[in-house]
């Protein structure tokens, strides 16, 4: 990588941790379609973000130990189990499809994903009890293999607990903590093992996002998050668009 490259990555992974820390999610929403926008693969983002995830989710339930629902993370964990191997085959199908198509298919994605933040806004649309659970759980963990960003089903699933700010975040970053370690296994048994170096990449630049993680959590109930999530969504919508055409 030349030196411009590294501090353009630093930059991204450092504003993906700020995001995350702040709402609770949003490193890999923030940070892959970025990354596959600087010419890295989509596999290759997604292995340079997850140990970043992995990290920054152990420091931020370290630091909200007494808020982690460890029972309703189990819950949404099994079936996020199941569902990650079937986005990862996906992922290697589309992978060897070509670069054009993988672009696509992640502009589409970050664009659903936008929508479905947008649909949570709706209290009808909450996802509540076990049933809510495995629903949750089961496109989290697919979308989690196929795009690395799974977030987006876990909130609906968080909306429908009248839980605290914090306990709401710690929720999220116990569920990312518990699956990151699977999903690197089967990424790297299912896609080669040359992305082990990505992985070593990304973890190459955890100090940066550590950092921000440490200071960006302790402004989490301080900031207002719903400007902060209109001034990223508007960002990743023109990602989006920018994946999909290509221009």
Avoid: Y
């Avoid at 709402?23 to 983002?45: D, Q, Y």
């Avoid at 995830?53 to 909200?64: G, I, K, T």
């Avoid at 993370?73 to 499809?97: C, D, T």
Wanted: aromatic share 10%.
């Amino acid at each position: 990588m030349t030196p411009e490259q590294i501090i353009l990555t630093a930059a991204v992974l450092a504003f993906g941790a700020l995001v995350q820390s702040v709402i609770g999610f949003g490193l890999g929403v923030v940070v892959i379609p970025l990354l596959v926008w600087g010419g890295w693969t989509l596999p290759e983002a997604i292995c340079m973000v997850l140990p970043n995830v992995f990290l920054q989710s152990l420091l931020n339930c370290w630091q909200n130990q007494a808020e982690l629902p460890w029972k309703d993370a189990v819950e949404v964990f099994i079936p996020r189990v199941i569902s990650l191997p079937i986005g990862v085959m996906l992922l290697q199908f589309i992978s060897e499809a070509g670069e054009s198509l993988t672009r696509q298919i992640l502009g589409v994605g970050l664009i659903l994903m936008l929508v479905l933040q947008q649909m949570t806004r709706h209290s009808s649309l909450k996802l509540q009890g076990r049933t809510g659970a495995i629903l949750a759980g089961t496109s989290s963990g697919f979308l989690a293999g196929l795009i690395g960003m799974g977030g987006a089903p876990l909130v609906f699933f968080v909306m429908g607990k009248s839980w605290s700010n914090a306990r709401q975040r710690a929720f999220l970053w116990l569920n990312f903590l518990l699956i990151v370690p699977l999903q690197l296994l089967i990424m790297g048994i299912a896609l080669g093992v040359d992305l082990t170096k990505t992985m070593g990449l990304g973890l190459a630049f955890s100090p940066v996002t550590l950092l921000i993680a440490w200071w960006g959590s302790r402004l989490g109930n301080a900031i207002s998050n719903d400007r902060l999530r209109l001034c990223m969504q508007l960002f990743l919508l023109l990602i989006g668009a920018r994946l999909i055409f290509w221009w």
